[in-house]
């Protein structure tokens, strides 16, 4: 396993001083897109921030240490420990920053009423001022900002704030709840609902088109969610 390691931050490396180029490999004709490759560990998908360039994937270095289990950190110089858990940060650094707190009572029903309060704003057909621009693009769970992703996260901000993200594959049924975001892929590309409601068979959404319009109150049934490919939840409930 450490030889495996080994490797991956040899190529970590090597990509991150790819990436840190910046406008001079824009400049010399690499060009960075989002990846939409799926990365597996010891056989269980992880959700990865990856680009492609040059027809390689590269990921942040925390992103792979986190996943696999090996300590990152930056002190001056990039520092790996291999044989320590992940945790970010130096030895002896004191995290002066609390952990993010709601602003409200994470109950389902007030989590709805914000929802629904959007529509007020947002009327069906209304465009929701794409594209959604986070504070911090590469934390996010989707890279583009913009039509059904853009409104997905836009919504989601509303109700949890800063809150971190969390990602299930196919999720249980009983796990869903109000606010959370549901995924999948049909025929190559994505789509990704707003969760109002949930019913014994079906939910409730609210979600936006490439038109970057918004749309309330579609339905989609459980048994179709559970068909679909990559169907994951991203949720934002503090465990």
Same mark, same amino acid.
């Given at each position: 396993m450490k030889q495996k390691i080994l490797f991956l931050l040899t190529g970590m490396a090597l990509g991150m001083a790819l990436v840190s180029a910046g406008p001079a490999a824009a400049s010399?004709?690499?060009?960075?897109?989002? =990846? %939409?490759?799926?990365?597996?560990? +010891?056989?269980r *998908?992880?959700?990865?921030?990856?680009?492609?360039?040059?027809? =390689? %994937?590269?990921l942040k270095l925390r +992103?792979?240490? *986190?996943?696999?289990?090996f300590n990152v950190y930056w002190d001056g110089a990039v520092q790996i420990e291999r044989d320590k858990p992940y945790t970010g940060t130096a030895p002896g650094t004191?995290?002066?920053?609390?952990?993010?707190?709601?602003?409200?009572?994470?109950?389902?029903?007030?989590?709805?009423?914000?929802?629904?309060?959007?529509?007020?704003?947002?009327?069906?057909?209304?465009?929701?001022?794409?594209?959604?621009?986070?504070n911090n693009p590469l934390y996010r769970p989707y890279s583009n900002c913009d039509a059904c992703a853009g409104w997905a996260m836009k919504c989601s901000d509303a109700v949890f704030g800063d809150?971190?993200?969390?990602?299930?594959?196919?999720?249980?049924?009983?796990d869903i709840r109000a606010g959370d975001l549901?995924?999948?892929r049909t025929d190559g590309t994505g789509h990704v609902v707003v969760v109002i409601?949930?019913?014994?068979?079906?939910?409730?959404?609210?979600?936006?088109?490439r038109n970057?319009?918004?749309?309330?109150?579609?339905?989609?049934p459980r048994w179709w969610l559970e068909s679909q490919a990559e169907y994951s939840l991203r949720t934002r409930y503090p465990q």
């Open positions: 010399n004709g690499v060009a960075a897109v989002p =990846s %939409n490759q799926t990365f597996y560990i +010891d056989g *998908q992880v959700s990865v921030t990856a680009y492609l360039i040059g027809g =390689s %994937n590269y +992103d792979v240490g *986190q996943a696999v289990g004191q995290l002066t920053v609390p952990p993010p707190q709601p602003s409200i009572d994470l109950t389902e029903e007030n989590i709805q009423a914000i929802l629904w309060g959007l529509m007020e704003t947002y009327p069906t057909n209304a465009p929701y001022g794409a594209p959604y621009v986070p809150l971190p993200w969390r990602r299930v594959m196919n999720p249980h049924w009983e549901l995924d999948w409601e949930k019913n014994d068979d079906h939910v409730v959404i609210t979600e936006s088109g970057n319009k918004v749309r309330w109150a579609g339905q989609y």
